[in-house]
């Protein structure tokens, strides 16, 4: 090329508006005026001929904008412009992904990766596929190979994690999510997994730790201060136990956990009616919230709302028909109202299945004494005794030397 030529091009490139229009719209985006950025996006895009950074600004946009089919449209004009663009294909992928169209979103990938074999974000893009399909053996490798890629890659880290967590393993977890937050310390979602982890792991005290450097990175995370607040009330903090919950609550009100927890933190204090009221708002805001119906219900049994427990057991047996604690207590409703043979044939399967079950054993000794079957109240009552539970083991044997007497 001569001199002349690279003069001319090197004065184009100077003339060219293109590098301030985009300039002006990252600024504009970054300041959330979206509509001007687009504009400015827009205009750029009509004086670009061999490039197409705008485009590609556009449909970066449109995707965080959830527009998925315009950011499509826009990777699709980039490739067009500049075919081979390994970033479009990428793109394309990220907006089919959320559209719920996993497999072209992979088709899309597998093009990115023929392109830019090195690129950790398409190995990790990938792996978020795979996990979505429950294919974590696949998930695994990918992550593995974006790390391998590029070691500081934060959320290829967490995901592992994630995969180890949902396995049970929880050191190798640990370890995963501890590398994620080394890569990127503002990793909030790594800390609260890390306080997961050590609420499991029994460590109340490391996992409160964590969980309010987490919130104090990002203080309106609701699981961050709903998971803070389980560590501070197994710390028996429950004054600030029942502020964090509240504050997770203020952030996501669909959160039933949270308001489980509060009840069970009102329970303790003998706040009998607002631990009523927090069961109820559980079901409420979360409808398959399993551990909200059956609160729920044995407070309706505590008080004689036969009917209200009975239909708060339907709704459960709906959400989880194999609820063992939901026929504990539709068993223990079934002996208050004297339906003891009812009673017998739900809490006898309840046992075959989990004989640690304590409170089934309980009411199916109360079941057998209304009957008058005193040996087989009799082997509740051992039952109960041989697991150290003094107390219902206690009142099972008055109930069963009561009917022995009247014999």
Same mark, same amino acid.
């Given at each position: 090329?001569?001199?002349?030529?690279? @003069?001319?091009?090197?004065?184009?490139?100077?003339?060219?508006?293109?590098?301030?229009?985009?300039?002006?719209?990252?600024?504009?985006?970054?300041?959330?005026?979206?509509?001007?950025?687009?504009?400015?996006?827009?205009?750029?895009?009509?004086?670009?001929?061999?490039?197409?950074?705008?485009?590609?600004?556009?449909?970066?946009?449109?995707?965080?904008?959830?527009?998925?089919?315009? @950011?499509?449209?826009?990777?699709?004009?980039?490739?067009?412009?500049?075919?081979?663009?390994?970033?479009?294909? #990428?793109?394309?992928?990220?907006?089919?992904?959320?559209?719920?169209?996993?497999?072209?979103?992979?088709?899309?990938?597998?093009?990115?990766?023929?392109?830019?074999?090195?690129?950790?974000?398409?190995?990790?893009?990938?792996?978020?596929?795979?996990?979505?399909?429950?294919?974590?053996?696949?998930?695994?490798?990918?992550?593995?190979?974006?790390?391998?890629?590029?070691?500081?890659?934060?959320?290829?880290?967490?995901?592992?994690?994630?995969?180890?967590?949902?396995?049970?393993?929880?050191?190798?977890?640990?370890?995963?999510?501890?590398?994620?937050?080394?890569?990127?310390?503002?990793?909030?979602?790594?800390?609260?997994?890390?306080?997961?982890?050590?609420?499991?792991?029994?460590?109340?005290?490391?996992?409160?730790?964590?969980?309010?450097?987490?919130?104090?990175?990002?203080?309106?995370?609701?699981?961050?201060?709903?998971?803070?607040?389980?560590?501070?009330?197994?710390?028996?903090?429950?004054?600030?136990?029942?502020?964090?919950?509240?504050?997770?609550?203020?952030?996501?009100?669909?959160?039933?956990?949270?308001?489980?927890?509060?009840?069970?933190?009102?329970?303790?204090?003998?706040?009998?009616?607002?631990?009523?009221?927090?069961?109820?708002?559980?079901?409420?805001?979360?409808?398959?919230?399993?551990?909200?119906?059956?609160?729920?219900?044995?407070?309706?049994?505590?008080?004689?709302?036969?009917?209200?427990?009975?239909?708060?057991?339907?709704?459960?047996?709906?959400?989880?028909?194999?609820?063992?604690?939901?026929?504990?207590?539709?068993?223990?409703?079934? #002996?208050?109202?004297?339906?003891?043979?009812?009673?017998?044939?739900?809490?006898?399967?309840?046992?075959?299945?989990?004989?640690?079950?304590?409170?089934?054993?309980?009411?199916?000794?109360?079941?057998?004494?209304?009957?008058?079957?005193?040996?087989?109240?009799?082997?509740?009552?051992?039952?109960?005794?041989?697991?150290?539970?003094?107390?219902?083991?206690?009142?099972?044997?008055?109930?069963?030397?009561?009917?022995?007497?009247?014999?």
């Amino acid at each position: 090329m001569s001199i002349f030529l690279l @003069a001319s091009l090197g004065l184009a490139l100077a003339c060219s508006p293109v590098p301030e229009l985009l300039r002006r719209g990252d600024d504009l985006a970054a300041k959330g005026e979206h509509a001007e950025a687009m504009k400015l996006f827009v205009q750029a895009d009509k004086h670009e001929t061999d490039t197409n950074q705008a485009v590609m600004r556009a449909g970066d946009l449109n995707l965080k904008l959830k527009r998925n089919d315009l @950011a499509l449209k826009a990777f699709e004009q980039a490739l067009e412009k500049v075919p081979g663009t390994a970033g479009a294909y #990428v793109g394309m992928a990220k907006a089919y992904l959320a559209k719920g169209v996993e497999s072209t979103a992979l088709q899309s990938l597998a093009r990115a990766a023929k392109l830019e074999p090195g690129n950790a974000d398409i190995q990790f893009l990938q792996g978020l596929i795979h996990l979505r399909r429950k294919e974590n053996t696949e998930a695994m490798k990918r992550f593995s190979t974006a790390i391998r890629l590029r070691p500081r890659h934060s959320l290829a880290h967490l995901k592992r994690g994630d995969i180890l967590f949902s396995d049970g393993k929880l050191k190798k977890a640990l370890k995963a999510y501890t590398l994620a937050v080394a890569s990127d310390r503002s990793n909030v979602d790594a800390l609260v997994q890390i306080g997961r982890t050590y609420l499991l792991a029994k460590r109340p005290d490391k996992a409160s730790a964590t969980l309010a450097k987490a919130v104090r990175l990002d203080r309106d995370n609701a699981w961050a201060l709903f998971y803070l607040g389980q560590a501070q009330y197994q710390l028996r903090r429950y004054e600030k136990a029942v502020v964090s919950l509240h504050s997770a609550l203020r952030y996501n009100r669909k959160l039933g956990r949270a308001y489980v927890l509060l009840g069970h933190i009102y329970e303790r204090n003998l706040m009998r009616d607002k631990a009523f009221d927090a069961y109820l708002r559980a079901v409420r805001s979360d409808t398959k919230y399993l551990d909200g119906y059956i609160h729920l219900a044995r407070m309706q049994l505590d008080r004689k709302q036969r009917r209200g427990a009975r239909r708060t057991l339907e709704k459960a047996l709906k959400i989880a028909p194999n609820c063992l604690g939901c026929r504990v207590l539709l068993g223990r409703m079934y #002996v208050n109202k004297r339906k003891y043979k009812r009673a017998i044939k739900l809490l006898e399967r309840v046992v075959q299945k989990d004989y640690q079950n304590n409170e089934a054993h309980f009411f199916l000794g109360q079941a057998y004494v209304g009957l008058g079957m005193i040996g087989k109240a009799t082997a509740e009552y051992n039952a109960l005794s041989l697991a150290n539970d003094l107390e219902r083991a206690g009142a099972l044997l008055k109930k069963i030397e009561k009917r022995s007497r009247r014999r």
